[in-house]
């Protein structure tokens, strides 16, 4: 029972990782048909700025030493505003472009990060300790959970909710729903594409610094590479969740988080190094019975 | 003065021309009937005005202002409202939603808020599913819905592509009537694109016949419905 509890707070939180993650793509995907492979650089971007630029192993710690509630909010807005210049200096150029070319040049966005931060931190990953007591573990009906998992679920419950109230309560959101479903007519209706656009911009990096943070908790490391694995991921889940797709990618994203930790659990030791080849395994599976993702909305078909 | 005024513009996909030269102007209140066979650029035309597809030359002028550059949102809040072809709802939004979206450019809440019970009475089924999502209307309740959500923005001009497609006749019918009530409460002026002439010489009106991308007629509905060389326009050919 315990082990088993353990388990589903693991899944839970692996996949709220994935599930914020497939959010911010899916959002932005949404409205302008970009799948935005810079993603998972912003995550790095932020963890980054933690720390003063130095190529020294010993991180030294910026932004990192100010108290919880000034550094969330600046990392979140240091996420939003990455995003947010990225749309207006490169994607926007790139409005009436092929899909292929835009995820292109979003490849290339990415790299330039990535050089970026290698040219001013070195590629080795850094120590850095955010909140270490949070790593301690909490009772919860005999099993004993990392206080950080529970955090993590709880502030993935609670921006989902949040940006649910605040795509179906306000005029904003009415407008990016509008918008992500059909780009044209929407704009044919007085609804301003770039407000919109940076909108879900902001939002998408705020999302990326979110994931960014619980990274750096989780790990204590700041690695130039560490949100690749999550932006694969991610994809894979807002493929799998119908691209355009917001609660699809959420539930798939939670749906892989699951897949991943149940195939740790239970695959025979000797397998286990295996897991992922599981995981694309099921992935490959799911897209072969259903190609168009398995919440496939309306809106995935091209626009015209 | 015009309210609508379309000055010689040529409209390209790549090197395809889909419009070439076309020109006409509408008269505040008035209904105009752009018509003609498959591919005669009518539907680009709409988009044209719309600031969809801009023009690479020529000028629109609308609401006494040049078109230019502008994007369909900036021509929407002049007071162009546009129902596509094909309806183009949002499906998975609800109705209300959609009627509200039709609304979120007006500044004048009290006035909208008032628009919209008024929809809801003119289309007493819209008001009746209300918060159902709007993929799930039928056709013809779609292309209320459609119509309804443009008027939410309070347009001078309300511009409609083929609001008869895939319509049972007994529903072109009651869209034509809702359509045409609405011109006369609301002085509304109506664009209105059909691939036949039947309803123009129904409804009355001028018409402007396109083939190939230009002109090639225009007059009163109804008398060149009865004109020989109108058929022989429509088809590029002489009778058979």
Not at chain 1, 34 to 44: K, Q, R, T, W
Not at chain 1, 160 to 167: E, K, N, Q, R, S
Not at chain 1, 182 to 190: I, S, V
Request: hydrophobic share 55%; glycine share 10%; proline share 3%.
């Amino acid at each position: 029972m315990q082990a088993f509890l353990q388990l589903i707070f693991d899944a839970l939180a692996l996949g709220s990782l994935y599930a914020l993650g497939a959010l911010g793509i899916a959002l932005i995907f949404g409205v302008m048909r970009l799948v935005n492979f810079a993603h998972g650089d912003y995550m790095a971007f932020c963890v980054f700025a933690l720390l003063w630029p130095s190529i020294d192993a010993g991180a030294i710690v910026f932004l990192g030493n100010l108290p919880f509630y000034v550094l969330i909010p600046l990392v979140l807005a240091i996420g939003a505003l990455l995003s947010v210049l990225s749309e207006i200096l490169i994607f926007r150029r790139f409005r009436n472009a092929n899909p292929a070319t835009m995820m292109i040049a979003s490849f290339a966005l990415g790299f330039v990060i990535r050089h970026f931060l290698l040219m001013l931190y070195s590629s080795r990953p850094k120590s850095i300790s955010l909140w270490s007591e949070l790593s301690l573990p909490v009772e919860i009906l005999g099993a004993r959970i990392p206080l950080l998992q529970v955090i993590t679920i709880i502030v993935t419950i609670a921006i989902l909710l949040a940006l649910t109230a605040f795509l179906k309560r306000t005029r904003f959101g009415l407008e990016m729903r509008a918008a992500a479903e059909n780009f044209t007519m929407a704009r044919m209706l007085g609804v301003q594409a770039n407000r919109v656009i940076l909108l879900a911009f902001a939002i998408s990096g705020m999302l990326a610094a979110a994931i960014g943070l619980i990274l750096a908790t989780f790990s204590g490391t700041a690695d130039i590479q560490m949100g690749a694995n999550i932006m694969l991921i991610a994809f894979i889940a807002t493929v799998i969740g119908g691209l355009g797709n917001l609660t699809g990618a959420v539930a798939a994203g939670f749906m892989i988080g699951a897949l991943s930790t149940v195939f740790q659990a239970w695959l025979p030791h000797d397998a286990r190094v295996f897991r992922d080849a599981f995981v694309y395994g099921s992935v490959i599976l799911v897209l072969l019975i259903r190609p168009q993702g398995l919440f496939a909305s309306k809106s995935a078909k091209q626009r015209v | 003065m015009s309210l609508l005024a379309v000055d010689g513009i040529t409209v390209r996909y790549g090197r395809l021309s889909a419009l070439r030269g076309v020109s006409l102007t509408m008269a505040p209140g008035e209904i105009l009937f752009v018509t003609g066979p498959n591919g005669a650029g009518k539907s680009t035309l709409l988009k044209a005005i719309a600031g969809v597809v801009p023009p690479v030359e020529g000028k629109i002028t609308f609401a006494g202002k040049t078109n230019g550059a502008d994007g369909p949102e900036v021509i929407a809040r002049r007071g162009f409202s546009m129902v596509p072809e094909g309806r183009n709802v949002f499906a998975s939004l609800s109705i209300e939603e959609n009627l509200r979206v039709g609304a979120g450019m007006r500044t004048d809440k009290a006035e909208a808020a008032r628009d919209l019970e008024s929809v809801y009475e003119e289309f007493p089924m819209l008001a009746e599913r209300r918060h159902m999502a709007a993929g799930m209307l039928s056709g013809g309740q779609q292309q209320m819905l459609v119509i309804g959500r443009a008027l939410m923005a309070a347009p001078e001009l309300m511009a409609i592509d083929e609001p008869s497609l895939g319509l049972a006749p007994k529903i072109i019918d009651q869209v034509y009537e809702i359509l045409l009530r609405l011109r006369e409460k609301r002085s509304l002026t109506l664009l209105i694109v059909e691939q036949s002439s039947t309803r123009a010489e129904m409804t009355g009106g001028r018409m402007i016949l396109l083939r190939g991308g230009e002109v090639v007629l225009e007059g009163d509905a109804r008398v060149l419905a009865k004109d020989e060389s109108m058929r022989q326009a429509y088809f590029g050919f002489g009778d058979h």
